[in-house]
């Protein structure tokens, strides 16, 4: 049996017009007037579900979405896992050596003396003594005017970088070389001591055939015995190709011949693992291991290889928070280092010199449109096989003052752009290297008595957002980009290939795949490689045979970096080389040279390149040299408080006057999980947000904040479950409507706003919970005023909702401002009425904050009564004079000559001014002020004191005065 309040409630449902349509096998009747929906209490009266059938004419692509695969998953460990048990040091320095004595296995003796440092992250006070941060800072000064180098890593990824620093100045031994010639010097008495077991490795090379010549130079001392100063070397030919193996290239006469048997005499056991060679490897030494045709014009007095022995190293392991100095003495053929002072040569920066290197500066090697060009070309080398991905790179110029010396620039890189592979180095001859490198180069580590090599190539790069939501929608796009995929494929095969050269077959996998790393202003796309060298192979094989790594280069390699050569307009240098250590127990750690500004008498060098494949745009690929350049240019041209030592690079900036400023805002909850987060929103606009559950009681302490002079701004019905008749939304909208309040809906509120005023609501055939949906502004959408005013036509939502308005059933006072790509109402706004909604999340994470706030703000700035929209007019004296004190004169002068009034005198006479201007403006615009019917004295007084022109002619006609008045305030008499 029908209970009554069944029957009533069936006769209302069967009373409306129906019209039916085919849901699967089933038909759903859906009332025409006055909802498709009813409530629940009535559905659930009527013996209904309170789940309402799907629309099916409302299609998604949610539909089809394939099942994640949720079993069988079986992995295998992680990098950062593998590095956990394994105890590697992910680059950074081990724990604090103890120091002591040791032989190396060219008989040198080494003493290392370890000095702990308290550890800090800001430099030390007068009074507090030196701490770890002083000291880094004191290195960095150091390094305008003395030799040495600074190594740091100021970013963490699992299982592969460490946060660590390692600097020094003032080494005793310099090794620098170019193509086929190499010299190694004692920079001060303490390299003297040490030179002669160097001198004796060389003549060893030369009875090898490896050297084809070494020249000894000496001085006398002072007890007129040769001291040996400067040891030059040429190295032997290599032979042709073919003659040996392509696993002994690696082998063959070189500067790294050099470089192998220095580190072979220093090579020690037991050590703290600290002490090795530290410097730059340019570019062109690739061309010792792979031969090609040279095609651009060198400078001669370009170095290949710049390397320094230290004799004192400061560390600091951020991770751990410990810092300590190590002081090392040398003891060669009984002459001993202990007791030398531990000093260099100073060599002041020298800025850029106008009168002598104008005329030959150039702000960039290729000029703009070129690089695009070159684009094309490869692209023809793409199509036809030659290549399947190469890199070509532009050089950016800037010349250099005195403010702008390199420590400067290697603060604001270190604060600015934190990289796994910071570095500073002073190269001497006035050349420094200033860099803040995101890729590894080659770094090795003996495990378990195995060296393992790993290299981490990067390719994939799109710009960061302006937030972690709009970082992740830009990881989206680079992870679904197959361009992207392609390159970082190639560079990881080519890079295996390298491996398997030198390597345990078997031992070359890869154990990252596409890992995102984020820095500045870039994101990019990872790979990260590790093999085990065969035991015939050591660290320098598996630097050589990387060089140089294929995403400087391309593949295949040689032919790539043929091409480079031909089609680049400058030499590279240091750029696509590396710089690092080559440690003496056996370690190997380098970082590609890029981001990197190398500094040249005066002019500081950046140089950036792009990724090509035969998919590349020419035009995007020119703009994205560009964008990694700006960081580097950015250190090189733009200020900040990094510029002073110590001191905090937080720039204190002055609030903005924000549009809900003064304002009040209602928002009323309908049992929502996200009113909170809508309410923060809201309240980060400047408006003071109340929030009341919704109900009788919510409107009656409107009613009492009405009555106190407190009438909301604006209020905004939340989002919510159920249907707007849940929450009885059409009173709270009666309520608004009776004492003129705007409101703004979200979501429920829309719906709500849908039937209270007359139209319908249907029910989506897939539920979007938790979907983005990208929407679409109508024309409405786009004017001014609208709550999307300034948002793009089409941009990203989050949609949480089954209910929708029906577009073709929506009353004549509403109008779509928006709409989904399926279709659905997505926007409204009342024709007459300050009232607005959207049927979507503004504050979601799926919605970009910048659109969701803007939103919100726009809401406050335009959803107001005609009779609000002079809110000016009632401002009192004290609000325009306190709004125009915040202005500096030069603004108020603007604005006074603006406004055709007189633009001297001090700030307090015009504020005055300009406040009596805006005062008499506003009582003229809401029909206060009748200048004809003032008198002639009164006009007279008023035209002096706003300073108006011929203010003081005793002769004017009133008529005339009047018409000043009125041009000068904006009004006209009828």
């Known amino acids: 049996m029908i209970a009554p309040f069944q029957l009533e409630s069936f006769f209302l449902l069967v009373g409306c017009l129906f019209s039916q349509f085919p849901v699967g096998n089933a038909f759903v009747l859906v009332p025409k007037t006055p909802s498709t929906v009813l409530p629940r209490h009535q559905q659930q009266q009527l013996g209904m579900s309170t789940t309402s059938e799907p629309d099916v004419n409302n299609k998604t692509p949610f539909e089809s979405i394939p099942i994640v695969e949720k079993t069988g998953g079986r992995g295998a460990a992680t990098a950062s896992e593998q590095a956990s048990s394994q105890g590697l040091t992910l680059g950074a320095p081990p724990a604090r050596p103890t120091g002591g004595h040791y032989l190396t296995k060219g008989g040198i003796q080494v003493t290392a003396h370890v000095e702990p440092l308290e550890f800090s992250t800001t430099p030390a006070t007068s009074t507090s003594g030196l701490n770890s941060a002083q000291a880094t800072e004191d290195l960095i000064t150091k390094l305008d005017s003395r030799k040495g180098v600074l190594l740091v890593s100021s970013y963490e990824f699992p299982g592969r970088y460490a946060r660590w620093s390692l600097g020094f100045v003032d080494p005793p031994i310099q090794i620098s070389g170019k193509d086929h010639k190499c010299t190694i010097t004692a920079l001060n008495d303490r390299g003297k001591v040490i030179i002669p077991a160097m001198r004796d490795q060389m003549q060893q090379l030369q009875q090898q055939g490896i050297l084809e010549q070494v020249q000894v130079f000496s001085e006398k001392d002072e007890q007129g015995e040769d001291v040996v100063t400067r040891v030059e070397v040429s190295i032997a030919p290599p032979p042709d190709v073919g003659t040996f193996t392509e696993e002994e290239r690696s082998r063959q006469p070189s500067l790294f011949s050099v470089v192998r048997s220095l580190v072979d005499a220093f090579s020690y056991q037991g050590g703290d693992r600290q002490l090795g060679l530290y410097g730059a490897f340019g570019y062109d030494l690739t061309f010792q291991f792979e031969p090609i045709n040279l095609k651009q014009d060198r400078d001669p007095e370009q170095r290949d290889l710049l390397l320094y022995l230290p004799d004192s190293i400061l560390v600091v392991d951020k991770d751990k928070r410990d810092a300590w100095k190590v002081d090392y003495d ?541 809110e000016d007019t009632k401002l009192s004296g004290s609000d325009i004079v306190s709004q125009l004190e915040h202005l500096s004169v030069e603004e108020l002068q603007a604005k006074a000559e603006s406004a055709g009034l007189l633009t001297n005198g001090s700030k307090s006479e015009l504020i005055v001014r300009l406040a009596l201007w805006t005062h008499k403006t506003n009582e003229a615009k809401a029909g206060r002020l009748d200048l004809n019917e003032m008198a002639i004295p009164d006009l007279v007084a008023l035209t002096q004191s706003l300073g108006l022109p011929k203010s003081d002619d005793t002769d004017i006609e009133q008529m005339d005065l009047v018409r000043q008045l009125e041009e000068c305030l904006g009004i006209f008499s009828p």
């Open 330 to 870: 040398f003891c060669v053929e009984n002459k001993s280092t202990q007791g030398l002072p531990r000093d260099g040569t100073e060599e002041p920066f020298e800025p850029f010199d106008e009168p002598t290197q104008g005329s030959t500066f150039k702000e960039r090697d290729t000029p703009p449109q070129e690089f695009a060009t070159s684009v094309e070309r490869a692209k023809r080398e793409f199509a036809v096989g030659n290549l399947f991905e190469t890199v070509l790179s532009q050089t950016f110029r800037e010349k250099l003052t005195e403010e702008q010396r390199p420590s400067r620039l290697f603060r604001r890189l270190q604060a600015r752009n934190p990289a796994p592979y910071g570095f500073f180095i002073n190269l001497g001859e006035q050349e420094y290297m200033v860099g803040a490198s995101p890729e590894m180069f080659v770094r090795c580590e003996t495990v378990e008595g195995d060296i393992r090599v790993e290299t981490c190539p990067i390719s994939g790069t799109v710009a960061r957002g302006a937030d972690a939501l709009e970082d992740a929608q830009r990881v989206k796009s680079l992870m679904m980009n197959a361009k992207e995929e392609s390159e970082l494929t190639m560079c990881t095969d080519v890079d295996r290939n390298d491996k398997s050269r030198i390597c345990v077959p078997g031992s070359v996998q890869v154990i990252g795949r596409r890992q995102i790393e984020m820095y500045s202003r870039l994101i990019h796309t990872v790979d990260h490689v590790e093999g085990y060298l065969r035991p015939e192979f050591d660290a320098l094989d598996a630097f050589l045979c990387h060089t140089w790594a294929v995403t400087v280069t391309g593949a295949p390699k040689t032919w790539a970096i043929q091409f480079v050569e031909e089609n680049e307009r400058s030499p590279r240098c240091w750029y696509g080389g590396a710089v690092g250590m080559v440690g003496f127990d056996g370690g190997l750690n380098t970082g590609l040279t890029l981001r990197t500004v190398r500094v040249k008498q005066g002019v500081a060098e950046v140089r950036a390149g792009a990724t090509l494949l035969y998919d590349s745009n020419p035009v995007a690929e020119e703009l994205e040299t560009e964008l990694k350049a700006s960081a580097m240019m950015d250190a090189i041209v733009q200020a900040g408080p990094e510029d002073s030592p110590g001191l905090s690079s937080t720039i204190m900036r002055k609030e903005k006057a924000k549009v809900g400023d003064g304002k009040s805002v209602v928002l009323i909850d309908h049992e929502d999980s996200f009113v909170h987060t809508l309410g923060n929103y809201l309240r980060q606009t400047g408006a003071a947000v109340t929030t009341l559950r919704s109900g009788p009681s919510a409107l009656k302490t409107m009613e009492g904040m009405i009555a106190k002079g407190e009438k909301p701004d604006l209020v905004v019905l939340s989002p919510g479950p159920g249907n707007p008749s849940d929450f009885g939304l059409s009173a709270s909208l009666d309520f608004l409507t009776k004492h003129r309040i705007p409101g703004f809906g979200v979501c429920l509120g829309l719906q709500g706003m849908v039937e209270h005023f007359g139209g319908s609501l249907g029910v989506l055939s897939y539920p979007m919970h938790g979907k983005p949906s990208q929407i679409s502004l109508k024309t409405a959408g786009k004017a001014d005023g609208s709550i999307f005013s300034s948002l793009p036509e089409v941009f990203e939502v989050a949609r949480y909702h089954s209910l929708h308005g029906i577009k073709e059933r929506l009353p004549a006072c509403l109008t779509v401002t928006a709409e989904s790509e399926d279709g659905i109402v997505m926007g409204i706004q009342h024709n007459d009425l300050p009232f607005a909604a959207v049927q979507f999340h503004p504050e979601s994470i799926l919605t970009s904050p910048a659109h969701g706030m803007a939103i919100l703000e726009n809401t406050l700035s335009f959803l107001r009564y005609a009779e609000d929209d002079d």
